[in-house]
């Protein structure tokens, strides 16, 4: 399993740059997949979602990627501000097995310089 | 409020004693899932409630581990005899489908086992 500990991936970008975070998943099985924005001593804020039967699909300001090929996922922020600095999640779901069931990566750390 | 409520915020414990977490979950969410989040980790699945049907519990990592939930309402996460491996922020989350979609996370209770 994942044991990354404190140290979590980075990614520092200025404030109006794209940001793109990055997300391997374990499970060829998995058909549903959804980021969370984390910022610290809160719950995770569901940001926005995708089924296994897309490759992409758009939200405002925020735009997933998903490549079943590699087992991949990305989140893309247009226009980074300051109040996106937190920690980002990708989380994937079997819905054959579990609805209920989400695996969590180890997270991102997304700072936005002024 | 009309988020997710969860009790206490902080919980310090003594090796041994028995603690128990609280969730409200937001007013007619059928479903209802516990995560634990060690420091610096993403969310580890604990356990899942939908409506009626007998709980997921695949997520449990030992029988000191336990969960209630009264129909749609309260949950209880149980732990007995803690460990300082225990010791987490654990996460509940509330959901009106059974499906992931719309989970809305409460902020947590950080416990402590010392």
């Known amino acids: 399993g994942e044991s990354v500990g404190l140290h979590l991936p980075t990614l520092s970008v200025q404030e109006g740059d794209n940001s793109i975070i990055n997300c391997a998943y374990s499970?060829?099985?998995?058909?549903?997949f959804i980021w969370y924005k984390q910022e610290s001593g809160k719950g995770p804020q569901f940001i926005i979602d995708?089924?296994?039967?897309?490759d992409k699909r758009q939200g405002q300001r925020v735009t997933v990627l998903l490549n079943k090929t590699v087992k991949h996922l990305s989140l893309q922020i247009a226009a980074t501000q300051p109040g996106d600095s937190a920690v980002y999640f990708c989380?994937?779901?079997?819905?054959?097995?579990?609805?209920?069931?989400?695996?969590f990566g180890q997270g991102t750390i997304l700072t936005v310089h002024p | 409020g009309a988020g997710v409520s969860q009790s206490p915020s902080n919980k310090v414990t003594e090796k041994g004693k028995d603690v128990e977490l609280r969730c409200d979950p937001i007013?007619?969410?059928?479903?209802l899932y516990w995560y634990r989040q060690r420091l610096g980790q993403g969310l580890e699945f604990l356990i899942y409630?939908?409506?009626?049907?007998?709980?997921?519990k695949s997520g449990l990592p030992s029988d000191r581990f336990s969960a209630e939930r009264t129909g749609e309402s309260v949950s209880t996460l149980t732990i007995q005899r803690t460990q300082q491996e225990d010791s987490a922020v654990y996460l509940c989350?509330?959901?009106?489908?059974?499906?992931?979609?719309?989970?809305?996370f409460g902020q947590g209770t950080r416990l402590t086992v010392v």
């Open positions: 989380a994937e779901n079997n819905r054959g097995t579990s609805y209920g069931k989400l695996t």
């Open positions: 007013s007619g969410h059928t479903a």
């Open positions: 995708i089924r296994s039967n897309m």
């Open positions: 409630f939908q409506g009626n049907s007998a709980p997921d």
């Open positions: 989350a509330s959901s009106p489908r059974p499906d992931n979609t719309e989970a809305f």
């Open positions: 499970n060829s099985a998995s058909d549903y």
